[in-house]
Every structure is written in C-alpha cells, then in structure tokens.
C-alpha cells in the first residue's frame, strides 16, 4: 500500500496502526469514497473509532456531508501528481496482476500475446506519422516500410487477440464432451 506523505507522518507520529492504516487506505485510493462503515468493518473497529481518527486528520481528508464518506483530499497532497515513482509502481504492478491472471488460461495467454503486438502496431504508426508530416527528423528506411509493420504488427495482434474466443469456445466444447468420471465407476472404486 502507498505510504502517506512525510509531513502527515511527522504530524501524526503518535498515532496507532489504525490511524496510519486508514490514511494510508485514503491515500492510495483517493478517487473513492469510504464510508465509516466500510472503514469500521475493515479495520475491526467501531464507527466511533473512524470517526474519531478522521477528526483528527481532517484537514487531510474530504469529508462529504450528509453521506459520512471520506476521501483523501487531492487539493492538499495529490499522489497522481507527486508520487511519480508510486504511480509508476502502482501501474506496472497493476499490469503485471493482470498478464499473470490471464496468462494462466489459453484463451487469456492469446490475448496476452495480441496485447503488445497491437500495441506495437501503434507505436510504430505513430513514427511511421511522425516521418510522413516531417515532424521528426528523415529516416533512412522508407515510410512504406514503416506503415507496413505497423499494419502487420497491428492486424497479426487482433488475429492472435481474436483467438482468445476461439479458444474458449473449443475448451468449452472439449469440457462439455469428458465425462465426469473419465475412470469409470468400478475403476472409482478400485482407486479409493
């Protein structure tokens, strides 16, 4: 989790695991809104606690009133903008969760794979727009050259991304023809 900016650390040494736990909470997220009682259930304490430790970092915090929601309020210390390293960290992080969930399926590793390729499609039309409008230096491989990878870059990596259905439609097909028990009743049995 993000860890709180230094001067709220300094302001609040004294404060407890909770206290830190929820800022640091707030602060990681602070495009979301929590209420006391999502707050209360997720650090096994009593709404009067949150409401007590929110008291007292108020001037850090965004409270909405009529609805007891806290955010972490980004006119004071926004961390998209100054947590560079964190922001970078958090989306890489991000990303990597996300190839390593879907790289565990068939389906998901052909979209895994089409990802960059389409991506690199882009990345390469962008120099290939680039060389065209003169807006960078000349290159000395032709433009056609250019857009030609690109557009193969970018077609191979929907083709490959477009298998992921496929994919799924053939292990759905193959899982639904195996019976339950491939051993057989009497073999069941015997193994137990």
């Known amino acids: 989790m993000a860890r709180v900016p230094t001067d ?13 736990g929820i ?18 259930d ?14 007292d ?4 915090l965004t409270r909405y009133d009529g609805q007891t929601t806290y955010a972490w309020d980004v006119d004071v210390h926004d961390p998209g903008s100054t947590e560079g390293i964190t922001a970078t960290y958090q989306f890489y992080t991000d990303l990597y969760a996300v190839f390593k969930k879907h790289s565990k399926t068939a389906p998901g590793m052909y979209a895994v794979l089409g990802f960059p390729l389409v991506l690199a499609g882009a990345v390469v039309f962008a120099f290939y727009i680039g060389f065209s409008l003169s807006i960078t ?13 690109a557009g193969g870059s970018f077609i191979t990596g929907v083709i490959v991304t477009l298998i992921s259905p496929f994919q799924a439609w053939v292990n759905r097909l193959l ?13 069941e049995e015997q193994r137990s």
């Open 175 to 187: 899982w639904s023809r195996i019976p339950a028990n491939p051993f057989g009743k009497e073999n």
């Open 42 to 55: 997720r650090f096994e304490c009593s709404k009067q606690t949150i409401s007590n430790h929110n008291r």
């Open 8 to 20: 709220f650390e300094e302001e609040f040494e004294a404060k407890g695991e909770t206290f830190f």
């Open 57 to 60: 970092m108020t001037a850090w």
């Open 23 to 40: 800022a640091e909470l707030l602060y990681a997220n602070p495009d979301r809104q929590y209420t006391q009682d999502e707050l209360a």
């Open 137 to 149: 230096a000349d290159s000395a491989i032709p433009l056609v050259i250019y857009l030609a990878i």
